[in-house]
């Protein structure tokens, strides 16, 4: 299982290095248009977003458009884990200690079960709504803590597989949204 998780991860790194800054763009405009036409997105108040690596499917307009009309969350690394902390704009934000992912530097949410929307990233999907993402579990253990979410994933269509390899402690996602 961990070679093939290996395989495909290093599968995907180079099909994401051919993707072209048009491309990209063009596919994550249609991603962040299926999304916030969804159903899960219109309803919830409170969404759980993450601010995307240079890989992953960009993020940054999302949350700069919506943090104003809707709670917008985002992770915070906290050893192991992730915590879950509110974005109230820009000037909130601090460089991350583990990998230098902008994080908002404020108080840890008091209740997570008010997240209803979590919008996760990954490196492969399947048919099946499964996922796989890097390897360290920080979403696997963040979603066990608020299983009522509605769990999304955005992905480039090179990311969608016929089968993504699972263990018992892979979250499945309600939907992954790909162009």
């Not at 240079?54 to 917008?72: A, N, Y």
Request: glycine share 6%.
């Amino acid at each position: 299982m961990i070679e093939q998780k290996r395989a495909l991860r290093k599968q995907i790194k180079e099909l994401k290095s051919q993707l072209s800054a048009d491309e990209r763009k063009r596919q994550t405009e249609i991603i962040h248009s299926k999304l916030e036409s969804s159903e899960a997105f219109c309803n919830a108040s409170s969404v759980l977003l993450y601010w995307a690596l240079p890989d992953e499917v960009g993020t940054e307009r999302l949350i700069e458009k919506w943090h104003s009309s809707k709670e917008i969350y985002l992770p915070v690394i906290h050893g192991d884990d992730l915590k879950i902390v509110r974005y109230t704009g820009k000037d909130s934000l601090v460089a991350g200690d583990k990998y230098g992912i902008p994080e908002p530097n404020g108080p840890e949410i008091d209740d997570e079960s008010r997240i209803e929307l979590v919008i996760v990233p990954g490196v492969a999907f399947d048919g099946d709504n499964n996922r796989m993402g890097r390897g360290a579990g920080y979403y696997d253990r963040i979603l066990k803590r608020i299983p009522e979410a509605t769990k999304t994933a955005l992905a480039y269509s090179f990311q969608m597989v016929s089968k993504v390899p699972v263990e018992a402690h892979d979250i499945k996602m309600n939907m992954v949204i790909s162009p």
